[in-house]
């Protein structure tokens, strides 16, 4: 007998606290602005960067993935991210992280792969307006000034304790994403939301 049970739809970890971060836009005039980027297609892939698999994967997703340790590669809608040597994170739009797999072990053919669905691992935070980089360095041990930190870095590093990958946007798209693992999203909220009281 078939299951008739309603698959319930995803819940963000982050869904309820969409008013408070909203708050602080208004709160600090614009200087910051806080939101969730929930349900981002998220998928870690493993490869030989000098591989001819490398080459087929970046032909597959219209971009190369990027070989320079902690540096960001865009075209379109999807993002990758340098993890390490022979891994990367390639972000898209919410609901593509099927089809970016399969494209992936696809391109990939016979060649050594490892392709791994990560999108319900974490939540996306944006982190955006002129303060934006200093409410981040209350938390964050790296250098952010654009100088060594600019548009088209990442780095895994921790922010208030909590592990997350940072990326700095790149011009046109500004701020910051902070990926941070669901169960650190609720913490790390109320962390962003303390901080930003100083910019009120």
Not at 33 to 58: I, T, Y
Not at 67 to 76: I, K, Q, Y
Not at 79 to 105: C, F, K, M, N, Y
Not at 186 to 197: E, F, I
Request: aromatic share 4%; proline share 7%.
């Amino acid at each position: 007998m078939a299951d008739t049970a309603l698959t319930a739809p995803p819940r963000s970890p982050l869904g309820t606290a969409a008013p408070r971060l909203a708050a602080v836009t208004r709160s600090t005039k614009g200087a910051l602005r806080l939101a969730e980027l929930p349900f981002l297609a998220q998928v870690n892939v493993r490869l030989d960067a000098k591989s001819p698999a490398a080459d087929a994967v970046g032909l597959v997703l219209g971009l190369q993935l990027p070989l320079e340790p902690d540096t960001v590669v865009h075209a379109g809608e999807l993002t990758a991210l340098w993890l390490g040597p022979d891994e990367w994170l390639v972000v898209g739009r919410p609901g593509t992280e099927r089809d970016l797999e399969s494209r992936i072990r696809t391109a990939a053919g016979d060649e050594p792969v490892a392709v791994t669905d990560v999108s319900a691992q974490r939540t996306t935070l944006l982190v955006s307006g002129p303060r934006a980089r200093d409410l981040l360095a209350h938390g964050c041990a790296l250098d952010l000034h654009p100088r060594a930190f600019g548009p088209g870095r990442c780095a895994q590093t921790t922010l208030a304790r909590a592990q997350v990958t940072l990326v700095a946007r790149d011009e046109s798209r500004s701020g910051f994403w902070v990926l941070v693992r669901s169960s650190f999203a609720g913490y790390l909220v109320d962390w962003l939301l303390d901080a930003a009281a100083e910019y009120v």
